[in-house]
């Protein structure tokens, strides 16, 4: 299954951060996905196959 996700992307994930914050947004596309918290503005990049099983939903740009 390939997550379909796009620059500005806002996900939600299944596990809080510290912050108390679930949604991050796509900051960076590639094998590596970058996120930034929502609630701190942390920045993350996570491996593509871990961040599909850590996606609860995926809210699209308009």
Do not use: F
């Not at 593509?48 to 809210?59: D, P, Q, S």
């Amino acid at each position: 299954m390939t997550l379909e996700i796009k620059l500005g992307d806002i996900v939600r994930l299944r596990k809080k951060h510290p912050c108390g914050s679930y949604d991050w947004e796509i900051v960076r596309l590639g094998a590596d996905i970058g996120l930034r918290c929502l609630g701190c503005q942390r920045k993350v990049l996570l491996e593509r196959r871990i961040l599909e099983r850590r996606v609860k939903t995926v809210n699209p740009i308009k």
